[in-house]
Every structure is written in C-alpha cells, then in structure tokens.
C-alpha cells in the first residue's frame, strides 16, 4: 500500500536551520588499529593475514621480535577500522566519541580493547589519539551446534575513546572580518529574504547575496563582537521559500511523498492489472512390470493469464488532498501508481517533479 506525505506550509525558522557559516564543520577522520582481549572471538589470522602482519609490526615497534614464518594462531586480535567526526574549534586534549567497526572474519568484538591508534583526516596528518574499551551492544551464545545473536557483534563503540591531538587551523574574519553563510538548500528567493532580514536587523547593508547559496557578510574585526554578531544572525526568523512541486518515488518501499506545490491537471487514465501464473505439477512415469524402460518424472504445466477490466477514469487535482483523493480512487499498487505517476508526467498532466530513490 502506498504512503503519502503531506507537507506543510513553510514557517518561519531560525537561520541556524537554514544555513551555516562557511568553514564551521565536523571534519571526518580515520584509523585503522587491533583490538585485544577477545574471548575466542578474533580474527582467523590465516584467513586474514593483515591482523598477524600488523601485530608482528606493533611488538616490533615495543622491542618484541617475532621470528619470521612464525604461524601465530591468535583468536583474540581483531583487526578493525576507527571512524570519528572532529567537531569545528577542537583543542588538544578535548575527548571524541569512536566507532569501531571489524574488517576481519572476527565473530564479535565484545570485551576487546583498542590499542592506541593514530585517527586521520584527509591530508593524511594525525588529528587524534584513540584507545579504550569497547562496547558492543549486543549478545550471542553457542551450545550444541546452535547459536542465538542479538544486534550486530562486529562492530561497538567507545564514549570519549579519542583524543585530540591538533587542531584544524580555522580562522573566521581572516579577511577584515568578512564571513560567508551558506544556505543548506540553494533557493535564490530564500537568500533575497535572508539578506532582507539581516540588513533590517542591523539597519545597514551587511549582507548581500552572491548566488542563490552564498550570502557575503560584512562582520567586525574583532574576536568577541565577531562571535556576538554570528549568534545574533543565527537567531533571526525567515521564511524560506516554498519548494517547488516534487513527488519522490522509492522504489524499494513502495513510498510516494509529495508536498503541497503538486497539481494535477484534467487527465484520464485506465489502469488494469495483467497476472500471468504458471502451475507445474510432477508425474511419475513407470513402465510395466517386467517391460523395458525406466522410471521417469514428467513435468505438467499450465499457464492462465488473468486480466483484469479497466476504465478510463478522470482524474484531476487543483490542490494536494484533491490529488490524493484522484490517485486514491485508481485502486492502483504502489508499483502501478508509480508507472501512472510517471505516465501523467510524460503526458503533462502532473506539475511536479519526479524523483526516484
């Protein structure tokens, strides 16, 4: 069955909602390290030869030789992958929050402990330090050839598991205090009311548009007042524009969502649904007894075709509920009412946009 969503007409909301300023954002970093401790449920390390490598490296670097061909059947190290975000003015010292995601055939990392790994961003230098226990919220048993698992076992988290280790070099106003607020979704009328807004609030010209995403804004030099002038211009209310008409089609779920700028102009449709089924029952042939001849299966088919009776039908819709009410009366599946969304867009009858997920 289908499922609509209605949107509802745009209200005013705070700027922070609307947009940021350039250059205030997460940055995503990255590690790869082992995970000690675990009980039996490591790595298979001849399966996964990467996790025998990278404990040979790491006890080498503490003054631990291994001596080469050296089989090390280990069950408790894993290797696995650090992912963090490093949220924008981090200082040394300040804690992140870690996930820890295996990328061996380790069947559970619960009870494991990360050794330290360095975490990267993109241009390859170290940005913070992460170590700790994991936690994986989760639970599996095995007894007697059977297994029970609850949520997922390779993967876990650690609460504060990183540590900043340098800053990402960020410095606001650099050009004589000039900053640039970016709108989440590029609408050149809401930028118009977004400049409008601000300039009526300081009552002078210091914002000014420079596309339909990008708004220049002429803020002081000074640190302090700086910071005062963006937490004033996050706090003002605007309007944004309407969107314009869209319908989303996901044609995994069967979801049609569509705001309220959806029309439909007058249009018939017939919709009928074509079912073809296909029914094979097995026979056994077997020859007389003492005859020549062997047993054989003989498959039996049929085929029916089933259609079913369609009808031009009007549909026509001036608002949102009125084409709701005009889809709604076709009768049609979520598959079919997306061909016949598709159908009314091709036929220019439907004054939206159509987006397929």
């Not at 029970?148 to 990402?168: C, P, T, Y």
């Not at 606001?172 to 601000?198: C, N, W």
């Not at 005062?228 to 069967?254: C, K, Q, Y």
Request: hydrophobic residues 45%; glycine residues 10%; negative net charge.
């Amino acid at each position: 069955m289908a499922s609509w969503l209605i949107a509802l007409p745009a209200q005013a909301e705070r700027l922070k909602e609307l947009a940021s300023f350039a250059g205030v954002r997460d940055n995503q970093l990255v590690g790869y390290g082992l995970v000690v401790g675990l009980d039996g449920t490591g790595d298979q390390t001849m399966q996964a030869p990467f996790t025998g490598q990278s404990l040979t490296n790491m006890l080498s670097q503490l003054g631990v030789t291994i001596p080469p061909g050296t089989n090390m059947q280990l069950r408790n190290v894993a290797a696995v992958m650090i992912t963090a975000d490093l949220p924008p003015f981090s200082r040394p010292g300040q804690r992140l929050d870690i996930n820890v995601s295996s990328i061996g055939n380790a069947r559970s990392l619960r009870g494991g402990t990360l050794l330290m790994t360095p975490l990267k961003g993109a241009d390859g230098d170290t940005y913070a330090l992460a170590q700790g226990n994991v936690l994986v919220a989760g639970a599996s048993a095995q007894a007697g050839g059977s297994s029970v698992q609850v949520n997922q076992q390779a993967g876990g988290r650690i609460s504060g598991g990183a540590l900043v280790e340098r800053e990402v070099p960020l410095d606001l106003g650099a050009r004589g205090g000039l900053l640039e607020l970016e709108l989440h979704d590029a609408d050149f009328g809401t930028a118009q009311r977004v400049v409008s807004v601000i300039n009526n609030e300081f009552g002078r010209p210091v914002a000014a548009a420079q596309n339909s995403r990008v708004i220049r804004l002429d803020g002081p030099s000074d640190p302090n007042s700086r910071v005062n002038f963006m937490a004033r211009i996050e706090n003002l209310n605007v309007t944004p524009s309407a969107a314009p008409a869209r319908v989303v089609l996901n044609s995994r779920t069967g979801s049609v969502v569509m705001n309220g700028a959806v029309t439909l102009s007058r249009a018939a449709v017939a919709h009928g649904n074509l079912s073809i089924v296909i029914d094979t029952q097995y026979q056994v042939s077997q020859p007389q007894a003492f005859g020549e001849g062997s047993t054989v299966v003989v498959p039996d088919s049929e085929v029916a075709i089933q259609q079913q009776d369609a009808y031009l039908r009007v549909v026509e819709g001036a608002d949102l509920s009125e084409v709701v009410n005009a889809l709604n009366a076709l009768g049609a599946s979520p598959q079919d009412l997306m061909a016949i969304l598709e159908a009314l867009k091709a036929a220019g009858s439907l004054r939206a946009e159509l987006e397929i997920i």
